[in-house]
């Protein structure tokens, strides 16, 4: 009893485990249930029940509701669906003028919409492709195919990769100096050589219109939001969902709404792109010292000026870290869009992925890395440029740069001709090395997976078989295991204990929107993927973190690496993991484990790092021990932080459990995947994107409150 | 007499959501008590004063006195909730956004406390700023931006980011970027506060050397009793958003209106502040020695001379009129004197 009083929380808590686990075992399993397969959920069946709501039917297998919800929304995809479908096709019919045919049109509006900013998305994109690759789109965008046709020299003829790469060897001496140039010579000569120029420039003009947009109108949002207190509140429920949304499920619904090709990339890429970076802006202004907006005032600025001037300048750190996060999600987004029709890297990766050419595409995965990297630190590099008033430069000395651009540029044209005359063969190299013809290293390293499987496929197999049959199964039998009220009593009974009566209800109702839809089973195996993925990770990030803490080099070694890691787009994981795993569920997971590591560490490095100096000397004054201080003292004052590192963990954990549907798995993102390729797929895709996405709210409102209550217990920030 | 630069009739600032309602149902009559059941925060209370050009006024309070709330009234960073400012005859609450802009531009200065450099630009920047934001050529407001550098004594630094500079040379940036506009009136909120007390010293004298030379129309916000009497031609001291009183700090060292005014002035060296003519007789006696001093002269450094003396000490002006008769027991009765009454 004493220690009831002592600790009445931990009593509390045991009580809600002994509730749930009661409830488990209370609820038997159903004789008819069983885990349905993919297939089976669509197929008519005599032993379903059905009911009718807004006149759509919805079938579904009828357990008891203790043990499975009805999914009393599974009216919701296909009324999405259906309203999209009368949106894009019934709704406000307008006559239009159509300049190729020279007369008016009926077309609903929305279609009309949307057709002509996927037109003006095209016209971007291709005026950058054609300026790095050729092409004639955009001249006849300007005059006509008549035109061309009489004046065939007007086609643009796209620059020779040599101008290309020393070009953006120059920009980056200009913006970063000589490390950055060395780097952005490299990577582009690489990516000359290995042949993979022309799909990378392909991507390259996807997101240089991509990152732009998404900059510009994540930061005006960001700072609409910052000045109406109304839009803030509009946006906030969108943004926060947006944010634990995998990107994957995004692509469905803008499939029907802009088609396919890189046009809708852009635009889905947009959408993905947007919320973290008017998040950040908003954080990052909301952090301006009072007296510096003040100060501006005085200054005499007007609204104008004081928000280009001061405001947005001051917060630039945060709004450095939304170009940063803008940047990796054109990129990850660059290969998942491959799904819907973008050309370049992406598609490449996907193919090779698809033929299992591993070799293939881990030169694809590791060109989209290094252009993001470079563009990643070109990006940072300019944020930071200083001007310098007191230079008494001359012409050539202040021009030099664009002068030095300007000798490029013709010595690109003089090899170019020169390599015309040399390469008799049909492939000018000084050119354009063409795709396939450059080196190669896939065979070697396909050569090098076939070793590795030789060699080692007695292990790997017998680990695999270990992990599969004696961890995975079990594991998601269990969660499988829960009767649905169960579920629900733990989760309701977490979020009062943690956050009172309002985080419980925002709990409940999350968890209430999966099990009512018709997905709740594969919910549950997100979630057994995802908590093993998070588990393994958090071990791994934390004890790495805190290894790495030790010591100030190997600390700050570990936060590079984490940052270059983070630059990778997320799909490239899945090329080393199925190099060695095959196509298997330990794939997946050690995926997931890689790329959720990440957060983990960073988070718990910088949340040692958040302590502060004063409480390490009074410490050490104490005489206490590493260990001890390690653990009385680093430990509790970091671990809200750290506790912000599990949230990203379990939202990176979420994304790569959703991507690894493309290896095969049966969870939400199966089906995620199957909508894609569904004519009625974008209800489905989408219902199922929020399922996801509450999944990742549940854990992220749980966290927050915990770690809100924490830090103002500790009495930190 | 000329018109004064700053004139404040009534001026009321009350946070809150039905701020203006219930600042015309009280009918002038504002007491904090009320207000703030019902959910309101009175910040400033029925402030009425005048500046002149070239008087600094040094407003005195201690945190949440409402002192900078006052000083965001008259620079109009939050308009006031009644009442009416003028600042050289115009009417601030009635001016537009543009006309506020213009008036900022080229009349007001402010220096703040935690120095609000922006983080993005260099010393000079900092400086050049409020030129370039007028739309002075680019050229130009360097040039005049390095003439303030120069002032500040920060030559050499101009290309160094805040984050480099010490809390001193910080607030030195802010008060040239204050100043380079060349604005009549200068604002300046605690800009000594969060300085080390050595620096803070040698920042006030700076200080007065750069309004000896400038003579600006100066708002000076304080929390520092010392500062004040140190500054200032004139101060207000300020409690719960009301001035308790305005005064020379010798009226208000020698006659402290309230009680909570009276607190202040206790452990204050009054021979440090006081002048001679402060407390001398008007009337000249007969039996006047030999010795003169000047009226002007603080207490401390004639007092010694004063009180080795037996006979009433002649005190003359600037031409060496006598004007007034101080004797030793004066002195003494004035260092000593408040004190004992206290204890």
């Known amino acids: 009893m004493e220690i009831l009083k002592k600790y009445p929380k931990l009593f509390q808590w045991l009580f809600l485990l002994v509730v749930f686990f009661a409830l488990c075992f209370a609820i038997d399993v159903p004789e008819t249930y069983k885990f349905i397969r993919g297939q089976a959920e669509f197929i008519k069946d005599p032993n379903q029940s059905a009911f009718v709501f807004l006149g759509k039917e919805v079938r579904y297998y009828a357990f008891d509701v203790f043990w499975r919800l009805p999914p009393l929304l599974g009216w919701l995809p296909i009324w999405i669906n259906d309203s999209l479908f009368f949106l894009m096709n019934d709704w406000m019919p307008m006559e239009f003028w159509n300049e190729d045919t020279q007369e008016y049109k009926t077309r609903p509006l929305v279609l009309q919409i949307t057709r002509n900013l996927t037109a003006f998305m095209t016209f971007l994109i291709e005026l950058i492709r054609e300026i790095l690759l050729g092409g004639l789109e955009t001249i006849v965008a300007f005059t006509s195919w008549d035109w061309i046709d009489a004046n065939p020299w007007a086609e643009l003829p796209g620059l020779p990769w040599t101008i290309v790469a020393a070009g953006s060897a120059i920009l980056a001496y200009k913006l970063g100096g000589k490390g950055l140039a060395i780097y952005a010579l490299l990577s582009m000569t690489y990516i000359s050589i290995f042949g993979q120029w022309k799909p990378s420039m392909q991507t390259l003009s996807f997101i240089l219109v991509a990152a732009p947009l998404s900059f510009i109108f994540g930061l005006g949002l960001g700072v609409a939001a910052f000045k109406s207190k109304r839009v803030e509140k509009a946006l906030y429920p969108i943004l926060l969902v947006m944010q634990t949304m995998p990107q994957y499920a995004v692509l469905v619904p803008a499939l029907v709404l802009f088609g396919v090709g890189d046009h809708a990339a852009v635009i889905i890429t947009m959408i993905v792109a947007v919320p973290p970076m008017i998040l950040l802006t908003l954080l990052g202004l909301r952090a301006v010292p009072p007296e510096v907006i003040e100060a501006g005032r005085m200054s005499g600025c007007n609204n104008w000026q004081l928000m280009s001037k001061v405001l947005i300048p001051t917060a630039r750190r945060d709004i450095l870290i939304g170009v940063n996060q803008v940047i990796m999600v054109c990129f990850s987004m660059a290969v998942i869009s491959a799904f819907i029709g973008a050309k370049g890297l992406g598609f490449n990766l996907l193919l090779a992925l698809n033929q299992l050419n591993i070799g293939l595409a881990l030169e694809a995965g590791l060109c989209i890395s290094l252009i993001a990297i470079l563009l990643d630190k070109m990006s940072l590099a300019w944020a930071n440029k200083q001007v310098d008033y007191f230079g008494n430069l001359n012409f050539f000395q202040r021009n030099k740069n664009s002068l030095f651009f300007g000798v490029v540029v013709i010595a690109g044209i003089l090899l170019a001709y020169f390599g015309s005359i040399y390469f008799k063969d049909g492939y000018n190299y000084l050119f354009e090395v063409p795709h396939n013809k450059g080196i190669s290293t896939a065979g070697f390293w396909n050569k090098g997976v076939d070793w590795i499987f030789d060699t080692f496929f007695v292990y790997i197999k017998a680990f695999n078989t270990w992990l599969i049959v004696d961890v995975l199964q079990p594991m998601r039998a269990l969660y499988l295991r829960m009767p649905a009220i169960a579920t629900l009593v733990l989760v309701v009974g977490a979020g009062y204990l943690i956050g009172g009566i309002r985080s419980a209800l925002v709990v409940c109702g999350l968890t209430l929107f999966i099990a009512l839809s018709p997905w709740w089973d594969r919910a549950l195996v997100t979630t057994y993927m995802a908590t093993f993925g998070v588990l393994v990770s958090c071990a791994i990030g934390f004890t790495v973190g805190t290894l790495c803490f030790q010591n100030k080099h190997s600390r700050n070694f570990m936060l590079n690496v984490c940052d270059i890691f983070q630059t990778f787009p997320s799909f490239v994981y899945l090329i080393p993991v199925m190099m060695l795993f095959g196509i298997t569920d330990t794939s997946v997971l050690i995926a997931v484990i890689v790329y959720a590591t990440i957060p983990a560490t960073r988070y718990t490095i910088e949340g040692l790092r958040s302590v502060p100096a004063g409480l390490h000397d009074a410490a050490t004054m104490s005489g206490v021990t590493k260990f001890q201080r390690l653990f009385k003292i680093e430990f509790p004052l970091a671990f809200p932080h750290m506790m912000l590192g599990l949230n990203q963990t379990i939202v990176f954990a979420l994304f790569m459990v959703i991507i690894g549907a493309f290896i095969g798995t049966e969870d939400l993102g199966q089906y995620i995947l199957k909508a894609l390729s569904d004519k009625n797929g974008a209800g489905i895709g989408l219902t199922l994107g929020i399922c996801v996405a509450f999944i990742g709210l549940i854990f992220d409102n749980l966290i927050r409150t915990w770690v809100d209550k924490r830090k103002k217990h500790l009495g930190i920030d | ?343």
């Open chain 2, 1 to 343: 007499m000329s018109e004064p630069v700053i004139k404040c009739q009534s001026v009321y600032k009350i946070f809150g959501a039905n701020a203006e309602r219930m600042l015309k149902e009280a009918n002038g009559n504002v007491d904090a008590k009320t207000f703030q059941e019902n959910g309101c925060i009175v910040g400033v209370n029925n402030a009425s004063f005048e500046v002149s050009k070239g008087e600094m006024l040094v407003v005195m309070g201690l945190s949440g006195s409402g002192k900078s709330t006052l000083l965001r009234c008259i620079s109009r960073l939050t308009d006031a909730t009644g009442g009416k400012i003028f600042i050289e005859g115009q009417d601030l609450l009635n001016l537009n956004n543009k006309e506020l802009i213009d008036l900022r531009r080229n009349k007001m200065g402010m220096v703040f406390q935690s120095f609000a450099l922006l983080p993005h630009k260099t010393v000079l920047e900092n400086i050049a700023f409020p030129l370039q934001i007028k739309g002075i050529k680019t050229e130009d407001s360097i040039n005049k931006a390095m003439d303030m550098v120069k002032l500040v004594g920060l030559d050499g630094r101009e290309n160094y980011f805040p984050r480099e500079l010490s809390g001193g040379q910080q607030q030195r940036v802010g008060i040239a970027r204050s100043l380079a506009v060349e604005p009549d009136i200068w604002f300046l909120d605690e800009p000594f506060s969060a300085l080390d007390p050595l620096i803070r010293k040698e920042m006030q004298d700076e200080f007065l050397r750069l309004q000896e030379k400038l003579q600006k129309t100066i708002m000076f916000i304080t929390h520092d009793f010392d500062e004040a009497l140190k500054l200032a031609d004139r101060i207000a001291i300020m409690k719960d958003g009301i001035i308790e009183q305005l005064d020379t700090p010798a009226n208000i060292v020698l006659k402290p209106a309230t009680e909570y005014v009276r607190k202040f002035t206790e452990e204050v060296p009054r021979e440090k502040v006081l002048l001679i003519q402060d407390v001398m007789d008007e009337k000249t006696s007969s039996d006047i020695g030999d010795l003169k001093v000047s009226k002007d002269e603080i207490i401390e450094n004639v007092a010694e001379k004063i009180l080795t003396q037996e006979k009433t000490v002649a005190v003359t002006d600037s031409n060496n009129n006598v004007v007034g008769s101080i004797n030793p027991a004066k002195i003494i009765n004035t260092v000593f004197g408040g004190r004992k009454n206290n204890n």
